[in-house]
């Protein structure tokens, strides 16, 4: 059964589907390679910020498609990131999360705010029971937030990176709920 996901929220944020009239803010953030090195998906025109978000399913919990969630802070307007959730294997209740904020908003607890509320909206309201994350080892904040979040090492993902090859292989962290 697929549904549309509510909104989120959290004590600072509200965590809602992401729409066309976000593409602008999501091009402004995610073009910035130099504060994105890890990204798989760094845009580099705001047409492809648009096509990014048509080709996000219309329904939450659809096996094998991505959906992502706009994130912005409660009362203030504006993107302040991203979350994509994965949705792999329906039947064992298996997601891959990726999250993604503007430089000027990391370091505030916003994405382990935002990924304990999701993971718990995951767990509790969606029956999923194993979340996995794939990081670019050179990523060691995003490795660190996600070993806080009680995440551990399954694997060394070994495959070509299919945008950037130079990409050396991903860390699988996982965590069941």
């Known amino acids: 059964m697929t549904l549309k996901l509510p909104h989120i929220y959290t004590d600072r944020l509200r965590l809602r589907p992401i729409e066309m009239e976000d593409a602008n803010q999501l ?6 390679r130099a504060h994105h090195p890890y990204q798989g998906w760094i845009p580099e025109r705001p047409e492809e910020a648009i096509q990014y ?3 996000i399913p219309a329904q939450f919990d659809q096996e ?3 959906f ?4 912005e802070r409660k009362g203030q307007a504006g993107l302040i990131g991203d979350l994509g959730i994965h949705f792999i294997d329906n039947k064992v209740g298996h997601c891959e999360l990726g999250i993604s904020l503007a430089m000027k908003f990391r370091g505030k607890g916003y994405a382990i705010e935002v990924l304990t509320a999701v993971m718990d909206h995951l767990g509790r309201d969606f029956q999923k029971k194993l979340i996995t994350v794939a990081i670019d080892p050179r990523n060691q904040p995003s490795l660190k937030l996600f070993e806080r979040l009680g995440f551990v090492k399954n694997a060394d993902f070994d495959h070509v990176h299919p945008i950037h090859p130079e990409f050396p292989n991903d860390i699988i962290l ?3 709920l």
């Not at 091009?27 to 910035?32: G, V």
């Not at 992502?68 to 994130?71: E, R």
């Open 174 to 176: 996982g965590r069941t």
């Open 53 to 55: 978000i048509k080709k």
């Open 64 to 66: 094998d498609s991505w």
């Open 68 to 71: 992502q969630l706009a994130m």
């Open 27 to 32: 091009f402004q953030y995610r073009s910035q």
